[in-house]
């Protein structure tokens, strides 16, 4: 037991270590890359073939990572950018691919290291599932995030349409909003007026913003600002309307979601009870529960059952989920 306990503490040392290692190592990458930007000259000697310009670069553009390789050949990388971008944590796709590898090594290494000869066969699902944690905190971040931004959209659209009543224009209301309201719309709208001013075309500033914030009321919005530049119109007039249209919204959503509860809390208790239920035999009878563990039979019967629950459950997700 003790020589058990001290190859955990052993691997989960050298995990922690390899981070550490890891994480450091970006720090000075990143800060080498900023203070080449700032000065204007390449932070490191490449090819004259492959050089590209400083200011073109991307923030891992100077990273020639295994992963970020592999990221790019099946096109992974892009839609971690979004799921980082929509979250609007400062991290880049290198740093969240090094994450998920720690994870899967730690856990996959404790489990195969520190858990019985049965139990320790589940060491790369459990390594998989560690891997998937800074996925998932990326992606819960991000819904909540654009949870916020929509519900601070509507005042912000109102915000705008008064300010050009008032006779400013549209690229100054968007200045004027990043100062009257807070993150995530604040930040969202001043990147799209700082984009905007450096020159870059107002369409593609907003269908970048619709790109960041995948909002329905967005796509909207960005319609309707397009639309008015080329066709003309009162766009303050188009904008409380669509704001308005936005609240009422919120209120049949909010209806829907009181109503379609009870169903909601049904599927949620149904797929929680067998793996109660599994739990509660493994301390009654455990020799009944480790037939899934130690037997073939019982491999393909347990996944079959978490395959068929997987899918009751969407089922059953799908049919109280009411769109708005």
């Known amino acids: 037991m ?29 800060l ?17 073939a492959s050089a590209q310009p ?3 670069q991307t923030d891992d553009a100077a990273n020639r990572s295994l992963v970020l390789k592999l990221l790019r050949r099946f096109e992974v990388r892009r839609r971690l950018q979004s799921l980082l971008d929509q979250a609007g944590v400062r991290w880049n796709v290198t740093r969240l691919s090094n994450l998920s590898l720690a994870g899967l090594l730690a856990g996959s290494g404790s489990v195969w290291y520190a858990a019985p000869a049965p139990i320790n066969r ?30 601070q959209f509507p005042e912000g659209l109102e ?6 009543r008032a006779g400013h224009a549209f690229s100054v209301s968007l200045e004027m909003l990043h100062r009257e309201f807070d993150d995530p719309l604040a930040g969202e709208f001043r990147r799209t007026f700082d984009e905007q001013n450096l020159g870059l075309p ?4 907003l269908e970048k913003l619709a790109t960041r914030i995948p909002l329905l009321d967005v796509h909207f919005f960005v319609s ?86 997987l899918v009751g459950y969407a089922v059953i997700k799908k049919i109280v989920s009411i769109e708005v």
């Open 122 to 151: 589940l060491a790369l699902p459990v390594g998989l599932l560690f891997a998937a944690i800074p996925v998932f905190y990326v992606i819960r971040k991000g819904r909540s995030r654009l949870a916020k931004f929509e519900e």
């Open 224 to 309: 309707a600002v397009l639309l008015q530049k080329r066709t003309g119109g009162n766009l303050a007039e188009v904008l409380e309307k669509l704001a308005y249209l936005i609240r009422e919204r919120f209120k049949l959503r909010g209806r829907m979601r009181a109503i379609s509860a009870h169903g909601r809390l049904t599927g949620t208790v149904l797929s929680l009870i067998p793996a109660a239920v599994g739990a509660v035999m493994f301390y009654v009878n455990p020799d009944y529960v480790l037939f899934f563990v130690r037997d073939t039979v019982g491999h393909w019967m347990l996944g079959g059952a978490v395959a068929l629950q």
């Open 202 to 205: 107002l369409e593609v500033a």
């Open 32 to 48: 080498a890359t900023i203070k080449s930007r700032l000065l204007g000259t390449p932070a490191k000697k490449v090819k004259r």
């Open 159 to 164: 915000f705008v349409a008064r300010s050009m």
């Open 2 to 30: 003790a020589v058990v306990i001290l190859i955990f503490v052993v691997v989960v040392g050298v995990t922690t270590g390899l981070f550490l290692l890891l994480d450091r190592k970006m720090r000075q990458g990143d």
């Open 54 to 56: 400083v200011l073109m």
